[in-house]
């Protein structure tokens, strides 16, 4: 039979008993004002990866990723796959703004704003403690034998997590799918939209398997962020700790410290670390132990703080710097790297046109005529239908477009590919040199050029 109890140390994973099975850790409630925080924030978060396939922003979802048309569309920004190099700005942004973070917060995201926490924590965890009951009644459920009673609850618990777990794939897989197809296909037979099916039930089952049996495992052993915490972090950043000096020796007799070793705060961790060891990986900074240690130092009458968010200098009595050589250092890239995004997208434009040189002879001569044979893409960004006025600019006289029309006219969020024949007579043919096309709507709002070469013969003696 598997411990009902297991005594946390530094030196393994408080979640893998001896014989190198799982230890499943019964989070006990917790009650406190950073326990309130935390819920409030998960669930208004929650609310918010619900709602954004549902707000319209400039005639789409707020995030709407369409892979399947190249077109992705990020809070009003409308991009097409010639763009995406506009998004390695927004993702490195996002993940150094997340080192800056840690630097300063310590896990502060992992314990409060990642989805693997919010949606555990918030959701699946209260679905448990609902159907199972509290900490101790559900390590009693673990022992006890199988009986209808235990078969009911624990099928009752899993039929409710494979629901959510395809209730939040159904969610994930919106921000792919415009909601119009997912919900038609939703109604509509398996087989007749095979693809997202599959891709709905596959996101759902590993949902399920993460949310029903992997759980704190994802943070310990796949997360590459807990893996380098350490890089990030130094004595100043905040991060939740014990205070030592004020709470040892431990005991409830005379000449004890503070904490009298109710193990309380290893009850409700969700890792099932022991806080009083001193900061170590499995911590995600949820702060349960936090709220924990209060509520018991306010029954004893002592002051709060024993475990508290503090800097390891802090906590062993020294100053804590927020302003030092490594936020410094963050605070210059962060400006850097803003700058260059700011600028990167004022080049964005609602409007795209490329130029490629159609296969065979780079050139053709015709009755003393010089030719080249392109294709001309543009491409409308804009949700609504509009009008490219093209022309060719070029440093010598002599270039004429031959069945290219003055004007095209392109359906929103659509392109077109024009044929372009450039002739020039042989004897004005100066050599090969560049040309531009440019195109401009008709409003005159927005332009976009492209560049190529015109190629023929040597230049006539």
Known sequence: MKPTSKEPTRDTVTTINEDGSRY???????RGLFTTLRRLS?????LFYVALPWIPIGGHP???LDVANRQFHIFGLSLVAQDMWLAFF???????????????????????????????????????RLIEGDAHA?????????????????????AVYLVLSLAVAHIFLSYFVSLPRLYSAMHQAPWE?????????GIGAALYFDFAWFREQFCIILCPYGRIQSALIDDHSIVIGYD??????RGKGQGAGDCVDCHRCVQVCPTGIDIRQGLQMECIGCSNCVDACDEVMTRLKRPKGLVRYDSLNGLAGRATRLVRPRTILYTVLMLVGAGVMLWAFSTFRTLGVGIVRLPGAPYYLNEGQVRNQYMVRLINKAAHARTFKIHIESPHPGLAPVGLPV??????????QQLLVLMMPEKNFPGGFRFTVEAITDDGKATASKQADFLGPDPLP
Do not use: M
């Open 138 to 158: 559900r390590r009693q459920l673990d022992q006890a034998e199988w009986t209808p009673g235990k078969v009911f609850k624990r099928v009752v618990k899993h």
């Open 24 to 30: 499943f850790i019964h989070t006990a409630d917790v």
């Open 244 to 249: 030592e000096k004020r709470g040892e020796p």
């Open 62 to 64: 707020a995030l709407f």
């Open 407 to 416: 004007s095209i006219e392109i359906p929103a969020e659509g392109e077109v």
């Open 90 to 128: 927004l993702i490195t942004g996002l993940g150094f703004f997340l080192f800056y973070l840690t630097s300063l917060f310590g896990r502060v995201w992992c314990g409060w704003a990642c989805p693997q926490t919010v949606f555990l924590d918030h959701v699946f965890r209260r679905v448990e």
């Open 42 to 46: 998960g669930w208004g978060l929650i």
């Open 193 to 201: 939209n095979a693809t997202l099916f599959l891709l709905v039930f």
